[in-house]
């Protein structure tokens, strides 16, 4: 297999996506990528990550290369992992990325940085791309919605994930930014869960 091909694969298998590193370690040399840039055939769209022009920029593209250009152990997270999830449909312009806060990275108009520790069971690993795990972002993307977030919060209980689940993740996570409201979201959504089932049971 060629170097192009090689290259080829991972761009495939990244939605038109390559970092710089994954570009040299598929065996193509400095100059030759120099000369795909120079040509206009692969662009940049972060630091260190590029898109070839035939690809086209999605929303699930976008988080891919916040993703790529993050890299170990960073984590997307809020309304992007939601997104990623498929708990809402439309995704952010702006992707959040969750990092330690030891990583040296800073936000930019395409991410923003959020730093703190996620422990690992929240952690996940989603088509390749490294994300919250879904009870933390099923509480955390609701935070983040606003007045759209009870309603999500709610429909992800309902169809993707357990209650306890999301009070294990949110009770792991105290003390980090938005943890208090996550709180009062998450006693609001079980006494809604609660009303729902005596509603049920009576009317039996």
Request: proline letters at 4%; a positive charge; one cysteine or more.
């Amino acid at each position: 297999m060629s170097h192009r091909s090689d290259a080829a694969a991972i761009v495939k298998r990244q939605d038109g996506l390559i970092t710089h590193r994954q570009a040299i370690q598929s065996g193509i040399t400095a100059d030759a990528l120099r000369g795909l840039r120079a040509r206009g055939e692969w662009m940049t769209v972060l630091p260190q990550v590029y898109r070839v022009v035939e690809s086209h920029q999605t929303a699930e593209s976008t988080i891919r290369a916040a993703s790529l250009w993050a890299g170990q152990p960073a984590c997307v997270s809020g309304i992007a992992a939601a997104s990623w999830w498929g708990l809402i449909a439309k995704a952010p312009s702006r992707v959040e990325i969750t990092i330690p806060r030891t990583r040296r990275l800073r936000s930019r108009q395409e991410a923003v940085i959020k730093r703190r520790f996620l422990p690992p069971e929240d952690r996940a690993l989603l088509r390749d791309v490294a994300v919250t795990g879904l009870p933390l972002t099923s509480l955390h993307a609701a935070v983040a919605l606003g007045s759209a977030g009870p309603e999500m919060l709610d429909r992800a209980l309902q169809t993707r994930v357990r209650f306890a689940e999301v009070r294990a993740a949110h009770y792991r996570n105290l003390g980090c930014h938005g943890s208090h409201d996550a709180g009062l979201l998450l006693i609001a959504a079980g006494d809604r869960a609660a009303a729902q089932s005596e509603r049920m049971f009576i009317g039996r």
